[in-house]
């Protein structure tokens, strides 16, 4: 499709649930970005993909969160004992190629940790 | 890590003024874009900017990407009710995996 779909449209996990985020890009689009926004609106960059690959991943806190990109299958973004601090909108997004390009967003999965 | 400082952070005006937001960078970068964000919406790309100097246009939108490819600025001109959203602008890093760093985001709220 000619969107980025993301799901759940919004999650809400108790303190040390695990929650899984997932990402369809859009046909042809071989980079997936997840970024993580909080309050006061700030983006940050988590993890990239290149097709499945892991193309930087210097976002990720490592202990806890985890990001997939399998052939065929939505992309998902994987935290494992969620913290309060976790509470946050989780944005992919997609694009053609690395070098020129804006990305197209997807709407966001809003993750309420309680 | 890079930082982006984006302003104003907000903005209050009335409907048909002209709007200038802009970013300064400490790092190069070699694309330059400017976002629009509304409620429970992701990022909407606005504009694009791929080379120092580079003044576009796309409707009431004009944006240029700054000569020392540190900074860039975004006008709207004849505001409306719809331009309400948040704006950010973006740089993309010339080194590595060329991940998008983010200003943090000018709030648009218009008068009627």
């Known amino acids: 499709g000619e969107e980025v779909a993301q799901t759940p449209k919004h999650l809400v996990r108790g303190e040390g649930q695990k929650a899984k985020l997932y990402c369809a890009p859009i046909?042809?689009?071989?980079?997936v970005f997840w970024y993580q926004q909080v309050l006061k609106n700030e983006f940050k960059f988590l993890i990239s993909?290149?097709?499945?690959?892991?193309?930087?991943e210097t976002g990720m806190p490592k202990e806890r969160f985890s990001a997939k990109c399998l052939p065929n299958s939505p992309c998902s973004l994987e935290i494992q004992a969620t913290k309060l601090e976790d509470s946050a909108v989780y944005f992919c997004?997609?694009?053609?190629?690395?070098?020129?390009?804006?990305?197209?967003f997807g709407s966001g999965t809003r993750l309420t940790v309680v | 890590g890079q930082q982006l400082n984006q302003s104003p952070q907000s903005m209050f005006i009335q409907e048909g003024e002209d709007v200038s937001m802009n970013c300064t960078s400490s790092s190069i970068f070699n694309t330059w874009l400017w976002y629009k964000q509304d409620p429970g919406e992701g990022p909407v790309l606005l504009i694009a900017?791929?080379?120092?100097?580079e003044l576009t246009s796309n409707g009431r939108l004009t944006a240029q990407f700054g000569i020392t490819r540190k900074d860039s600025f975004l006008n709207i001109s004849a505001s409306i009710p719809s331009d309400v959203g948040i704006y950010f602008c973006a740089g993309r890093e010339i080194q590595g995996a060329q991940k998008l760093v983010f200003g943090q985001g000018t709030r648009l709220t218009i008068n009627p």
């Open positions: 997004a997609s694009s053609q190629g690395v070098a020129g390009w804006g990305y197209t």
């Open positions: 046909k042809g689009h071989s980079y």
């Open positions: 993909f290149q097709n499945e690959n892991v193309f930087d």
């Open positions: 900017l791929y080379k120092a100097g």
